[in-house]
């Protein structure tokens, strides 16, 4: 059975770091496209980082020079490295998977389309507070 369990959330204040993790049992993990999305009380879910398989990334202009998206293969585990927080990014973080044979997204708009992604954690919850 998939599973994503996403960890590392909390409290901090602003101007400070977290990084969260997304542990994944996918096989093989290191053909996944995997992105982390979030969501805030009374709004949409968004993307906020996604590593393809192949290494390209691409992050929501709201979170560029701020957040780090990386993974660790022999670990089956994505990371969110999140600096210089903001009271905005409070929200529920959620890591998302898709797999092969189609985990290269086709256009531009599938990225951080919530409907491309097979798989999703419970998600862990990131409060900044100003």
């Known amino acids: 059975q998939v599973q994503l369990v996403e960890s590392g959330g909390g409290s901090v204040q602003a101007g400070g770091s977290m990084r969260l993790s997304c542990a994944a049992s996918?096989?093989?993990?290191?053909?996944?496209?995997m992105g982390w999305f979030r969501q805030a009380p009374g709004k949409e879910r968004e993307g906020v980082a996604v590593?393809?398989?192949?290494?390209?990334?691409n992050y929501a202009e709201s979170v560029k020079g701020r957040f780090t998206v990386s993974r660790d293969n022999a670990k089956n585990t994505l990371y969110l490295q999140m600096n210089s927080l903001k009271s905005e990014d409070t929200a529920m973080y959620y890591c998302?998977?898709?797999?092969?044979?189609?985990?290269?997204?086709?256009?531009?708009?599938?990225?951080?389309?919530?409907?491309?992604?097979?798989?999703w954690g419970q998600g862990t919850q990131v409060t900044v507070s100003s």
């Open positions: 998302a998977a898709r797999g092969p044979p189609l985990s290269t997204p086709l256009s531009s708009n599938q990225w951080f389309a919530s409907w491309w992604y097979g798989y």
């Open positions: 996918l096989f093989p993990y290191s053909s996944y496209a």
């Open positions: 590593l393809l398989s192949d290494g390209r990334t």
